[in-house]
């Protein structure tokens, strides 16, 4: 019998990850168990993606039932689990409309075509301009990793479509300064995930809406990591007073299962026609039907409350680790989306965290050289938080020694 070892993905794989030493085998809430039987807390939660945690018996259930029925059909038959699906998000959500793929980078890929096609029909000559925020990520598709604001992502892969230009995120004078009635779509997290776990200022997001409004630009709500649940709110627009032209969902919304949607409203939606996008699996029954039983778990008072509760338990407990250790110069972010960042002393050392963190029996992430990040399932047992954060102080117990060279 051949045994699978880590050695395999550098074998087979094409390096563009370095994952872990170690390979997990299995699941349970927020445990993970790795081909040794060694048990992990899961603060990573699959990059905000296992909203329920791992083997939900909700999203079980709802993908062996469909499993036995229908897995696929292609575009030219429509089914009732992504219309139900699509019921869900319209009645939940500012949206009139959904267009399903099967990630975020489609997502925006998909809200980005609309925009310049709704830039096109405005008939106003080169009105095709897209502004993104430095140090935002949008996907790995060219077009989505060109909007992103983070140049070691594409440089490599030019010739770069054109038309996409870049400003400070959160300085709303640069955005005065630079959105015109050229511009189709002005592209943004309402918090920077990958950038580092960086909240945009409410004005920010009341100046950027305005400026759609006076150029007749797209605005588009990047919420793939934000979305369902993620920031105590079921969409993080919902807590900003600004609505978006364009959302865009994917990570969590099928709670491990790939599905991505572009929500957006009847005025926009009819500017794209039969045969103007597509994709072959968007909105297919099997993702659909879990995809449905998800949100319907996480869209609850209960839910989206205990996920702000969270929130205010792990600050206080990261506060207390900072208040011994004094690595951080801040905990930020919003709800269960937190970002530990490193003082300027420790700088880039964010990932030599995360390794002892794993070595201890912690599963975290890193949003960039300087931030630590936990995006662990909303429904995260208190219990599994203490014990989590217990081996967390230990990592960074461990941190300190190397450091003083111990
Ligand atoms: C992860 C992420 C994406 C890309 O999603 P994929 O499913 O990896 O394509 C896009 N935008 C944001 C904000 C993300 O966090």
Same mark, same amino acid.
């Given at each position: 019998?051949?045994v699978? @070892? ?5 074998q ?13 085998v299995k699941?349970? &809430?927020?445990?993970?168990?790795d ?5 992990y807390? $899961? ?18 259930? !709802?993908l062996k039932?469909?499993?036995?029925k229908?897995w696929?059909?292609?575009? &030219?038959?429509t089914?009732e689990?992504?219309l ?8 939940? =959500?500012?949206? /009139? ?8 980078a ?7 075509? #609309?925009?310049r096609?709704?830039?096109l029909l405005?008939? %106003?000559?080169?009105k095709?301009?897209?502004?993104a925020?430095n140090?935002s990520?949008?996907g790995?598709?060219?077009? =989505?990793? =060109?909007?992103?604001?983070q140049?070691?992502?594409s440089?490599d892969?030019?010739?770069l479509?054109?038309?996409?230009g870049?400003i400070g995120?959160n300085?709303?004078?640069a !955005?005065?300064?630079? %959105? ?21 200022q409410?004005?920010? #997001? ?10 007749g630009?797209?605005?588009?709500? /990047?919420e793939?990591?934000t ?5 105590g ?6 807590n900003?007073?600004?609505?978006? $032209? ?17 929500? @957006?409203?009847d005025?926009?939606? *009819?500017? +794209?026609?039969v045969?103007?996008?597509? =994709? ?10 879990v ?10 008072a209960e839910?989206?409350?205990?996920v702000? *509760?969270?929130?205010?338990? +792990? ?9 011994k ?5 801040? %905990?930020?972010?919003?709800?269960l ?13 964010a ?10 029996g912690?599963?975290?992430?890193i ?9 662990p ?5 208190f ?11 230990v990592?960074?117990?461990? +941190?300190v020694?190397?450091q003083?060279?111990?």
């Amino acid at each position: 019998m051949s045994v699978i @070892t880590r050695q395999d993905f550098d074998q087979y794989m094409v390096p563009i990850y370095s994952p872990a030493a170690f390979i997990p085998v299995k699941g349970e &809430g927020a445990k993970l168990w790795d081909q040794n039987g060694k048990e992990y807390i $899961d603060f990573a939660g699959g990059i905000a993606v296992n909203g329920l945690g791992h083997a939900h018996p909700i999203a079980i259930e !709802a993908l062996k039932t469909q499993a036995e029925k229908l897995w696929h059909l292609g575009n &030219g038959y429509t089914n009732e689990p992504v219309l139900k699906l699509a019921k869900l998000l319209v009645e939940n =959500t500012f949206a /009139d409309k959904v267009f399903f793929c099967n990630s975020g980078a489609e997502a925006n890929e998909a809200a980005l075509k #609309l925009a310049r096609k709704v830039g096109l029909l405005s008939g %106003i000559e080169g009105k095709n301009e897209i502004v993104a925020f430095n140090n935002s990520f949008h996907g790995r598709t060219l077009f =989505t990793v =060109t909007a992103g604001g983070q140049p070691k992502y594409s440089k490599d892969f030019a010739p770069l479509p054109e038309g996409i230009g870049h400003i400070g995120f959160n300085d709303l004078e640069a !955005a005065k300064a630079c %959105i015109n009635e050229k511009t189709c779509a002005v592209i943004v997290e309402p918090i920077q995930g990958e950038g580092g776990v960086i909240p945009a200022q409410l004005e920010f #997001l009341k100046g950027l809406r305005e400026l759609c409004d006076q150029t007749g630009a797209v605005l588009i709500f /990047d919420e793939v990591q934000t979305g369902l649940g993620r920031t105590g709110q079921l969409y993080a627009y919902m807590n900003s007073g600004v609505t978006p $032209d364009i959302l865009t969902t994917a990570k969590a919304l099928g709670g491990g299962f790939p599905i991505g949607a572009m929500l @957006t409203t009847d005025h926009f939606a *009819q500017q +794209f026609t039969v045969g103007d996008h597509g =994709t072959t699996y968007g909105g297919n029954p099997l993702a659909s039907a879990v995809a449905h039983a998800v949100f319907e778990f996480i869209n609850t008072a209960e839910v989206l409350d205990g996920v702000q *509760q969270r929130y205010d338990y +792990f600050v206080k407990a990261l506060n207390q680790l900072n208040d011994k250790y004094a690595l951080f110069d801040s %905990i930020r972010g919003a709800g269960l989306l937190i970002g530990c960042v490193l003082k300027a002393e420790f700088a880039g050392q964010a990932k030599e965290i995360n390794t002892l963190a794993g070595q201890e029996g912690l599963l975290a992430l890193i949003a960039g050289p300087n931030v630590v990040r936990f995006t662990p399932a909303l429904i995260i047992p208190f219990e599994d938080i203490d014990e989590g954060l217990r081996r967390f102080d230990v990592a960074l117990a461990r +941190f300190v020694d190397a450091q003083k060279g111990v």
